[in-house]
């Protein structure tokens, strides 16, 4: 199985003890895995790959895997309530557990990683079928989630033993994505060099670009971020944690959400994001909204673009530049789609702007305000709680401020103004 990533230059070899092949597969723990994998096909261009479950002779799970050019996604469900994926969807609902990285010696990863501080998560081991082996080991990372090393150089089947060929005559065609560009880990307050160090010291990564609060932030939620690579630059690891604003931080509120630490997004590269979004619009995906009056004074803030920008404003498509080229970034939940710019480099060399525009959800999410911290998850939320009572003035002072800007001004301004309301 072709498995190789797209073409990407070397950062630095020459200390590279953990050489890694790029990303093998995401799993997610969902739910209904089956619902799942029909929401990933028919959405974003999938394609059925393999199963496993008891018709193959796994009696607690099911698990569905789909592929799309270089990206394999497993969506695994619990058979049972009692059993530790339900465990794990009971507090986190759908979630990122494994991020799986593919190596030429998973038991040499596996030695390298623990002797350096790694903690293990699963012994080595083989794996075996008509099909050849695939050795596996597997060591802990942030919050639940996992890096499973994957060696399959002796391994000719479809994805790994156990796993069957998952026929369908169901096959909408591909979007046009192409392979995990990077993967966005969200860490609690104060933990985000911690964690940096974590991927410096036992998988060998560097800290290729480091924002601060001041270079993401809205006007009132903030986080830091330092984009973690490893030697050759096909796996990067972006680490967030939340940083103090006006009002909560975005990685604050994931934190609150997700129950812990956890993948905040997956980014997935297409050679062709203008074609790619119209295609997954087309299949009812749904994007953030971008305002026009952002490409206004984009070109004053990256320079000029060979793109033709009316198509890129048409889809709400926002547009960085790095040192060398320009990339273009399209958000939507949980996953972001990216035309990426050089390879080398990470793609946001401007986040601002991209911060910005993600946090408009925000006008309709009550919680994100720092003001009612603590109602949402009070388990004596009750129509007396004076907290309740103090939130529901505050809502409908807000709304009636709201109101009567909608009266008074234009639309364009409208939206400005309450969005300091909301936040
Ligand atoms: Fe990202």
Same mark, same amino acid.
């Given at each position: 199985?072709?498995?190789?990533?797209?073409?990407?230059?070397?950062?630095?070899?020459?200390?590279?003890?953990?050489?890694?092949?790029?990303?093998?597969?995401?799993?997610?723990?969902?739910?209904?895995?089956?619902?799942?994998?029909?929401?990933?096909?028919? #959405?974003?261009?999938?394609?059925?790959?393999? +199963? !496993?479950?008891? &018709?193959?002779?796994? =009696?607690?799970?099911? /698990? *569905?895997?789909?592929?799309?050019?270089?990206?394999?996604?497993?969506?695994?469900?619990?058979?049972?309530?009692?059993?530790?994926?339900?465990?794990?969807?009971?507090?986190?609902?759908?979630?990122?557990?494994?991020? #799986?990285?593919?190596?030429?010696?998973?038991? +040499? !990863?596996?030695? &390298?990683?623990?002797? =350096?501080?790694?903690? /293990? *998560?699963?012994?080595?081991?083989?794996?075996?079928?008509?099909?050849?082996?695939?050795?596996?080991?597997?060591?802990?990372?942030?919050?639940?989630?996992?890096?499973?090393?994957?060696?399959?150089?002796?391994?000719?089947?479809?994805?790994?033993?156990?796993?069957?060929?998952?026929?369908? &005559?169901?096959?909408?065609?591909?979007?046009?994505?192409?392979?995990?560009?990077?993967?966005?880990?969200?860490?609690?307050?104060?933990?985000?060099?911690?964690?940096?160090?974590?991927?410096?010291?036992?998988?060998?990564?560097?800290?290729?670009?480091?924002?601060?609060?001041?270079?993401?932030?809205?006007?009132?939620?903030?986080?830091?971020?330092?984009?973690?690579?490893?030697?050759?630059?096909?796996?990067?690891?972006?680490?967030?944690?939340?940083?103090?604003?006006?009002?909560?931080?975005?990685?604050?509120?994931?934190?609150?959400?997700?129950?812990?630490?956890?993948?905040?997004?997956?980014?997935?590269?297409?050679?062709?994001?203008?074609?790619?979004?119209?295609?997954?619009?087309?299949?009812?995906?749904?994007?953030?909204?971008?305002?026009?009056?952002?490409?206004?004074?984009?070109?004053?803030?990256?320079?000029?673009?060979?793109?033709?920008?009316?198509?890129?404003?048409?889809?709400?498509?926002?547009?960085?530049?790095?040192?060398?080229?320009?990339?273009?970034?399209?958000?939507?939940?949980?996953?972001?789609?990216?035309?990426?710019?050089?390879?080398?480099?990470?793609?946001?060399?401007?986040?601002?702007?991209?911060?910005?525009?993600?946090?408009?959800?925000?006008?309709?999410?009550?919680?994100?305000?720092?003001?009612?911290?603590?109602?949402?998850?009070?388990?004596?939320?009750?129509?007396?709680?004076?907290?309740?009572?103090?939130?529901?003035?505050?809502?409908?002072?807000?709304?009636?401020?709201?109101?009567?800007?909608?009266?008074?001004?234009?639309?364009?301004?409208?939206?400005?103004?309450?969005?300091?309301?909301?936040?």
């Amino acid at each position: 199985m072709n498995t190789s990533t797209l073409e990407t230059p070397s950062i630095n070899q020459s200390v590279d003890f953990m050489p890694l092949l790029g990303t093998d597969y995401v799993e997610l723990y969902v739910g209904n895995a089956k619902q799942s994998a029909h929401y990933y096909k028919t #959405a974003f261009g999938f394609q059925s790959l393999a +199963y !496993a479950g008891p &018709e193959t002779g796994v =009696r607690d799970r099911v /698990s *569905y895997v789909l592929i799309q050019d270089k990206i394999r996604l497993v969506l695994t469900s619990p058979l049972n309530s009692t059993h530790p994926i339900a465990e794990h969807h009971k507090k986190h609902g759908d979630g990122v557990k494994v991020l #799986a990285l593919w190596v030429d010696d998973a038991y +040499y !990863a596996y030695e &390298e990683a623990t002797k =350096r501080g790694g903690k /293990s *998560y699963m012994e080595p081991q083989t794996l075996n079928d008509e099909h050849g082996e695939v050795r596996l080991a597997g060591i802990h990372t942030y919050g639940e989630v996992v890096h499973i090393f994957v060696e399959r150089k002796n391994y000719s089947g479809i994805f790994m033993p156990g796993f069957v060929a998952w026929k369908s &005559e169901y096959n909408p065609k591909p979007t046009g994505l192409k392979y995990v560009d990077h993967c966005v880990g969200n860490v609690g307050w104060n933990q985000m060099n911690p964690w940096v160090k974590y991927y410096e010291d036992v998988l060998g990564f560097r800290n290729i670009l480091s924002f601060d609060d001041k270079d993401i932030s809205t006007e009132y939620s903030a986080l830091m971020s330092k984009v973690m690579s490893n030697g050759n630059g096909y796996v990067k690891f972006p680490i967030n944690e939340p940083a103090e604003g006006k009002k909560r931080s975005q990685v604050e509120e994931y934190l609150d959400f997700y129950e812990g630490e956890g993948v905040q997004h997956i980014a997935v590269a297409t050679n062709n994001i203008i074609e790619t979004v119209t295609d997954l619009k087309s299949r009812g995906v749904e994007f953030l909204k971008i305002p026009a009056s952002y490409y206004e004074t984009v070109l004053d803030r990256v320079g000029e673009i060979d793109e033709d920008l009316k198509p890129l404003s048409e889809l709400g498509i926002l547009i960085d530049r790095d040192d060398e080229d320009i990339c273009c970034k399209y958000f939507l939940n949980p996953s972001k789609i990216v035309q990426p710019c050089s390879s080398k480099s990470y793609n946001a060399k401007a986040p601002k702007v991209s911060a910005k525009e993600i946090s408009r959800p925000c006008l309709k999410r009550w919680n994100w305000n720092k003001r009612t911290e603590g109602i949402y998850k009070n388990p004596d939320f009750s129509i007396l709680n004076i907290s309740y009572l103090i939130f529901m003035i505050e809502m409908w002072s807000s709304l009636m401020i709201l109101f009567s800007m909608l009266l008074n001004m234009k639309f364009e301004k409208v939206w400005y103004n309450a969005h300091i309301y909301c936040i």
